[in-house]
């Protein structure tokens, strides 16, 4: 997890296309930018970031399940709890499922849990659209390679 | 048991914040009601949803892009209960 470049997942470990879920691991930094200000002498992953991991996972499984074709961007979020803290050093398990294929966006319900704790959850539809511009695109293929993933595209 | 028209009234109504009695046939759901397309995401979810079915939304948008169509043709209530009846009605593939 690289807070400060929106790097929020380490790796992916498993897309089951049947469940239509993505399982995926990350690993809280020690240190970050972000907890010089969030907060100074108690740092906690911010819950904004928290989602944004949720909605990478979502993404990442969209993109999978629709072989790279269009880009997931997130809509909205609803029922959104984040449960406890999250902090520097901490190991995250992220999953995400698609609840619904909807005709240009999907809904996906998505958790963070470290050691079998639930620490977040969100309800969350993301609208698929072609790729705006190729470096976009280049972009994700990449990250989707970083991930391990992608030879599953 | 519901109309059409009565389910998909009150889903505007509740993933809206639009009050229910100024939601009748003739209504354009964006240009009278003023639904934008986020909201209409919301709207889309729970009538896929609650008929069991998935609306060609980008279809729909693109014979009114391409100017193959009205607007209204989808967006007007009446109309856009036509086309959900008739997405119910139909067979679901093997």
Known sequence: MRLEYFQMLDRVDEIDREAMLIRAGSEVPDASPVFDGHFPGHALVPGVLLLETMAQASGYLLLALDGFKRMPFLASAKQASFRAFVVPGDRLDISARRIHDGSGYAVTQAQISRGGEVVADAQLMLRLVPFPVSALEEHVRNEGRRLGFLGEA | ?94
Request: negative net charge; charged residues 20%; hydrophobic residues 45%.
């Open chain 2, 1 to 94: 048991m519901a109309s059409t028209f009565e389910t998909v009234a009150d889903i505007i109504a509740e993933t809206s914040d639009i009050a229910r009695e100024s939601i009748n046939p003739d209504s354009h759901i964006m240009k009278d009601l003023g639904v934008d397309s986020l909201a209409f995401l919301d709207i889309a979810f729970e009538i896929d949803q609650r008929f069991n079915i998935q609306m060609p939304i980008e279809d729909w948008m693109q014979n009114v892009n391409q100017g193959g169509q009205d607007s209204a043709e989808y967006f007007v209530l009446g109309n856009l209960c036509r086309h959900i009846d008739a997405l119910v009605a139909k067979p679901v593939a093997a």
